[in-house]
Every structure is written in structure tokens, then in C-alpha cells.
């Protein structure tokens, strides 16, 4: 597998070739889907001019692959095939644009474009079942690292500041709760021209957070040293301003 970036380079897992740079800041931005952390690592990655690392899209796209491979279906309760899953996952070359239009990352996978559908609720929850093998995460691991290698970078994910970038300059959680993190979804839905059932949505949610909070691998979970963040109450400035304030706390430099 590999993903190439902004640049178009390449990121092969098994490039050793290169002699790297000693570090480039890291920010990490984790926590559970609907904190606002996609908003935060945007903001962030455009003020800084850093990579962004989109973590939860490279579990979708593997999640939705292996979908349309037939090697998952919607049964959470289905036995899945590890091995296959890892084939897979070995096999998909990934990139990443940033969009500024839609204010995200467009991904292509093998050459053509994911679109939207990476982003569903469903895909978010085929993401959630390959997510819990050691074997995949592990594809992963070496990939994201890399990122870190070529320029600043902000990360948002479960992982980051806990498996992925252990020593990052800033770690933050930001989190919500499972009810206003189900209102935004039904709100964005609705403003989407969309119809959505705030219990349904509401079910879904705390589903992902039980699976992604109690793997054995890499759960959900804050860093020792994070900053705890509960964005329930909070609009999306205020909880960028105040993630900013943390950075520059921390010694990151914004010129603005
Ligand atoms: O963040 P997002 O909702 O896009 O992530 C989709 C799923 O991918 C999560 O529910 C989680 O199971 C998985 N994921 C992960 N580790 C990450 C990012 C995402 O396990 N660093």
C-alpha cells in the first residue's frame, strides 16, 4: 500500500532509502466522530501550513473496499477474515488533496476519486469493524508515521497521540457528547436536504464509540498528556481558539 500526499510523492511502507529530517511538529487531534475535530485540523493545517493526516479516512476507505470486496456486510456480529482484509489493504494506493472549495482532503484511491460516500455513517461503521485488527493498523502505522516526516503535520484520528505520534508537540482530545454529537449529525443531514431520525442516529453513534473505546488495539482514548476538550457546548470558533491557544502554549509558532 501507499499514500501520497499534497506533492504527489509517493509513501511507500517500505521506503528506508531516505535519510530523514530530525522532526517536524506534530499536532494531535483526537477523539470520537462529531467532536468537531475535522473543523479544528483544517483551521489548524491552513493557519500553519502543515500536512493534515486524515486518519478516519484511511479506516473508510479500507472499511469500504472490503465492503464492495464482499469480505464485510452491515452484521456487526459477522466473523471477518483478517488476513483478506490485510491482502486488501496492502494492495489500495492512496492520496490525499486538500480541497479548499469544500474546506476538506479529496481522496483518491488507485487513481480515482472516493468521493463523498467515504464520509457516511455507514462507511464510518465498516471503518469501525476492520479497525479492531492488530495486523491493519499495524499496514497503517508505518504510513501515517511517514507523513511527520516532510513537514509539520496535524493529525486527527483515535490513535495519534497515543500509538501513532507518541511524542507529538500537541495532543489534544476533543470530545462530545454522544447527544450533541447526534443533533450536529441530524442538523447537517437536514441541512444537506437529507431527512435523518435523531434515535437511529443517536444508536449508531454510541455503537462506534462502545467498538472504537474497548479494542484491545489502539483504542479510542486520551494521551496521558492531551488536553481534554468537551466541545458539547461549544461553537466550532471557540473550540479552534481555544486549541490554538493550547498550541501556542506549547511553543507552535501561528503568524496570525
Ligand atoms: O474519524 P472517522 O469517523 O472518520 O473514523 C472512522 C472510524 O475509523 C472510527 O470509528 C474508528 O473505528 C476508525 N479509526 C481508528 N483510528 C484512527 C482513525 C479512525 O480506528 N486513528
Same mark, same amino acid.
Given at each position: 500500500m501507499t &499514500?501520497s %500526499?499534497?506533492?504527489? *510523492?509517493?509513501l511507500?511502507?517500505?521506503?528506508t532509502s531516505?535519510v530523514?529530517p530530525?522532526?517536524?511538529p506534530v499536532i494531535?487531534i483526537?477523539?470520537? #466522530?462529531?467532536a468537531?475535530?475535522?473543523t479544528?485540523?483544517?483551521?489548524l +493545517?491552513?493557519?500553519l501550513?502543515?500536512?493534515l493526516l486524515d486518519?478516519?479516512a484511511l479506516y473508510?476507505?479500507v472499511?469500504l473496499?472490503?465492503?464492495?470486496?464482499g469480505?464485510i @456486510?452491515?452484521d456487526?456480529?459477522? @466473523?471477518?477474515?483478517? %488476513?483478506?482484509?490485510?491482502?486488501? @489493504?496492502?494492495?489500495l494506493?492512496?492520496?490525499?488533496?486538500?480541497n479548499? $472549495?469544500?474546506g476538506? &482532503?479529496?481522496?483518491?484511491?488507485?487513481g480515482e476519486?472516493?468521493g463523498?460516500? &467515504?464520509r457516511?455513517? %455507514?462507511v464510518?461503521?465498516?471503518?469501525?469493524?476492520?479497525a479492531?485488527f492488530? *495486523?491493519?493498523?499495524?499496514?497503517?502505522l508505518?504510513l501515517q508515521q511517514?507523513m511527520a516526516?516532510?513537514?509539520?503535520? &496535524?493529525a486527527d484520528?483515535? !490513535?495519534m497521540? *497515543?500509538?501513532?505520534f507518541?511524542?507529538?508537540d500537541? $495532543?489534544v482530545?476533543l *470530545? +462530545?457528547?454522544a447527544e450533541?454529537r447526534?443533533?450536529?449529525?441530524?442538523?447537517?443531514?437536514?441541512?444537506?436536504?437529507?431527512? +435523518?431520525d435523531?434515535?437511529?442516529?443517536?444508536t449508531t453513534i454510541k455503537a462506534?464509540d462502545e467498538? !472504537?473505546?474497548?479494542? %484491545?488495539?489502539?483504542?479510542? $482514548?486520551p494521551?496521558?498528556?492531551?488536553l481534554?476538550?468537551?466541545s #458539547? @457546548?461549544l !461553537?466550532a470558533n471557540t473550540?479552534?481558539?481555544?486549541?490554538?491557544?493550547h498550541?501556542?502554549?506549547?511553543?507552535?509558532?501561528?503568524n #496570525?
Amino acid at each position: 500500500m501507499t &499514500v501520497s %500526499t499534497a506533492d504527489n *510523492t509517493p509513501l511507500s511502507s517500505d521506503d528506508t532509502s531516505q535519510v530523514k529530517p530530525l522532526r517536524y511538529p506534530v499536532i494531535c487531534i483526537d477523539g470520537p #466522530s462529531g467532536a468537531g475535530k475535522g473543523t479544528v485540523t483544517w483551521r489548524l +493545517a491552513q493557519a500553519l501550513d502543515y500536512q493534515l493526516l486524515d486518519s478516519g479516512a484511511l479506516y473508510r476507505i479500507v472499511g469500504l473496499k472490503a465492503f464492495e470486496a464482499g469480505l464485510i @456486510t452491515a452484521d456487526t456480529n459477522q @466473523t471477518i477474515d483478517e %488476513t483478506a482484509v490485510l491482502a486488501l @489493504t496492502q494492495s489500495l494506493e492512496i492520496a490525499f488533496v486538500p480541497n479548499n $472549495k469544500s474546506g476538506r &482532503v479529496d481522496i483518491l484511491v488507485n487513481g480515482e476519486a472516493v468521493g463523498e460516500q &467515504v464520509r457516511n455513517e %455507514t462507511v464510518g461503521g465498516y471503518a469501525s469493524q476492520i479497525a479492531v485488527f492488530p *495486523t491493519v493498523r499495524q499496514a497503517l502505522l508505518k504510513l501515517q508515521q511517514d507523513m511527520a516526516t516532510r513537514s509539520g503535520l &496535524v493529525a486527527d484520528g483515535r !490513535d495519534m497521540g *497515543t500509538v501513532v505520534f507518541p511524542d507529538a508537540d500537541v $495532543k489534544v482530545y476533543l *470530545t +462530545a457528547s454522544a447527544e450533541a454529537r447526534a443533533e450536529r449529525r441530524v442538523t447537517q443531514l437536514l441541512n444537506a436536504g437529507q431527512t +435523518a431520525d435523531f434515535e437511529a442516529i443517536l444508536t449508531t453513534i454510541k455503537a462506534r464509540d462502545e467498538r !472504537d473505546e474497548n479494542r %484491545t488495539t489502539a483504542p479510542s $482514548k486520551p494521551a496521558e498528556d492531551a488536553l481534554l476538550l468537551d466541545s #458539547s @457546548t461549544l !461553537d466550532a470558533n471557540t473550540v479552534y481558539e481555544q486549541v490554538k491557544k493550547h498550541c501556542q502554549d506549547q511553543g507552535i509558532c501561528f503568524n #496570525s
